[in-house]
């Protein structure tokens, strides 16, 4: 999911995600089918397939949030700090 202003999803956004996918673990574990999962946790069957896939090659941690996605913020917090002034500045 994209944003107009550039970023991914919020904290919050991940951390609801990444709940529904260790859900999903769980249910695996009770030896319960990607499509029975996908319908259960009302996701895609894709995501379903992906997530069984990972489970099955890393178990619940594989489906853990890895973090906010993209590349790292490259600027040093001097630059960070000179380009909030700008920003203000107009």
Known sequence: MRYADGGGLT???????????????????????????????RVSRKSAYQWHQLWREGGAQALASRGPSGSRCRLSPRCLEKLAAYLEQG
């Open 11 to 41: 904290a919050v956004g991940r951390r609801r995600r990444e709940s529904v996918r260790l859900q999903a673990a769980e249910l695996f574990e009770q030896k319960i089918k990607p499509l029975e999962v996908a319908r259960r946790l």
